[in-house]
């Protein structure tokens, strides 16, 4: 894994907040919007920010989550992608009507299929290489060889540019192709560029392999964070008496490029009418065109949501399965709160119970002997972990800063220690070893006894939208791990991977 270790930029400043009413926003729409997502069993925010006219007129974080936390965007990470390519062809270092080939030579374009010969760069960009499926399996199968070279040797299945699939290696090589010209990472080229011209301080970004950011996932970077990116896109580029992105790449990337008529792989989506869809609308580059505005999107629930018509940015991290469920409540909920007119009262409300957002803990009793448990370590049950098979064992022992416990997951990446309270009424977060430095990675836990012998905690990953729950039986000498969101690819293992670098503090 990659850090970007650039701090903020000198005199960089918070976005200009504001109260709704005064924006002409209902926020009473706006908290509609907040308890729906509360009410509904698979929706979990995380972090929320509402920008209106420029302006912040909500933004609020569910504990144990928090302001300056960075969070894995998972696809949303194509959105900073996009702006790192429309730099390059700014720039003349990249022609979206370059052969895609062109840029690495070593390929023998001569074995090539015909059609990948005609694989241009804006076929990447745009998810229309001409392949009808994700090609991710077979182009990342072999460590050992490129996956750049990999997918372009998978012929396509039609002309390119005809077709749209959600191909990850397509990314993948967009962001290959802009690394290769500019000689650095992704972030190397968006940090003077982009990030510190908007404000935005230390991201870190996933590499496969070392030295090359994946593209297609793997961005940390925190909810502020994604809210500047969507600013800058609804204000076509500009930022301040800068045009940081020309006007031209906005307008191209965040409009139709290839339709999108099929369903794409959510929840209920095989059924779904594509006036229901908001995955139909069609795709720019690296961008999804919704039934209101654009959007970035990452998987679990991670959002930048762009509305021109409303003036409007919408930015979320979260943790859901349903991610068609939370625009569906922001089109029936959050639209109309920006007819306004709103009112002091509306706004005084929404502002409170946000102050007061919060994730519920897994509530079970603490036993009379909970000093019995430490001390004690536990074997996966049947051998093997295998929702987490880089997790070899679970030990617990005494906190040596305070009267719980110290939950330790033994990983072969490394350990992940914790801080655990059986039967507290609220998540316990470790950010901190006990030398007061900053873990690599930072969690929270609640849980408690099932029984005298067998005892429940969840893990929550705090930099990603994933949490672990265990049993430990302490008859057997056994535990038992289920994710309650799986991780994806890049970050199944090790668990370190779900969080960003220690070196950024």
């Known amino acids: 894994m990659h850090s970007d270790i650039a701090v903020r930029t000198p005199g960089a400043t918070a976005l200009p907040p504001a109260r709704p009413s005064s924006t002409g926003t209902d926020a009473a729409g706006i908290l509609r919007f907040v308890r729906a997502l509360e009410a509904s069993p698979t929706q979990e925010p995380h972090g929320l920010m509402v920008l209106r006219h420029g302006q912040v007129v909500t933004q609020g974080w569910w504990a144990p989550y928090g302001p300056e936390r960075r969070h894995l965007l998972y696809s949303l990470s194509k959105s900073f992608t996009s702006a790192a390519a ?8 990249v022609g979206l009507d370059d052969p895609v080939l062109s840029y690495f030579p070593e390929v023998d374009a001569g074995a090539a299929d015909p059609r990948t010969r005609r694989m241009l760069v804006r076929h990447v960009a745009s998810m229309s290489s001409g392949h009808t ?21 998978i012929a396509p299945d039609q002309e390119p540019g005809t077709v749209f699939a959600y191909n990850q290696p397509a990314t993948y090589t967009l962001g290959a192709i802009v690394q290769r010209v500019t000689g650095g990472t992704l972030l190397d080229y968006l940090r003077p560029r982009l990030l510190d011209p908007l404000g935005i301080g230390p991201v870190g970004w996933q590499e496969v392999p070392p030295g090359r950011q994946i593209a297609f996932t793997g961005l940390f970077a925190p909810t502020d964070a994604v809210a500047r990116l969507g600013q800058l896109l609804l204000q076509r580029g500009r930022w301040g008496d800068r045009q940081l992105l020309p006007e031209a790449w906005v307008d191209a990337a965040t409009s139709v490029q290839v339709g999108t008529p099929q369903p794409f792989g959510g929840p209920g989506e095989a059924e779904a009418d594509p006036d229901d869809s908001d995955w139909q609308q069609g795709y720019g580059f690296q961008h999804w065109m919704s039934r209101h505005g654009f959007r970035g999107d990452g998987a679990y629930g991670q959002f930048c949501v762009v509305l021109p018509e409303h003036d409007a940015v919408l930015a979320i991290t979260a943790r859901t399965p349903d991610m068609q469920e939370t625009l569906d409540l922001a089109w029936e909920h959050l639209l109309p709160a920006f007819a306004g007119p709103g009112s002091a009262e509306a706004d005084d409300e929404l502002a409170a119970h946000l102050a007061a957002a919060a994730l519920p803990p897994l509530e079970l009793p603490a036993t009379p002997d909970d000093g019995a448990w430490a001390g004690t370590a536990f074997a996966p049950e049947g051998g093997a972990c295998a929702a987490q098979p880089s997790l070899t064992q679970v030990r617990l022992g005494s906190d040596p800063l305070d009267d719980g416990l110290r939950l330790t997951l033994v990983d072969h990446g490394g350990d992940v220690a914790a801080a655990f309270e059986p039967g507290g009424s609220r998540w316990v977060v470790s950010d901190d070893d006990t030398t007061g430095q900053r873990t690599e990675v930072p969690v929270a836990t609640s849980g408690g006894f099932e029984s005298a012998e067998r005892l429940r905690v969840q893990v929550a990953f705090l930099e990603a939208p994933h949490r672990l729950e265990l049993v430990l039986d302490r008859r057997a000498g056994t535990f038992a791990a289920q994710w309650i969101t799986e991780p994806l690819r890049f970050a199944t293992t090790p668990l370190r991977a779900l969080a960003t670098p220690a070196s950024l503090g």
């Open 86 to 93: 429309g730099l390059a062809v700014a720039e003349g270092l």
């Open 133 to 153: 499926r994700d090609t991710y399996a077979e182009a990342f199968a072999d460590p050992d060889v490129d996956p750049v070279h990999a997918f372009l040797r």
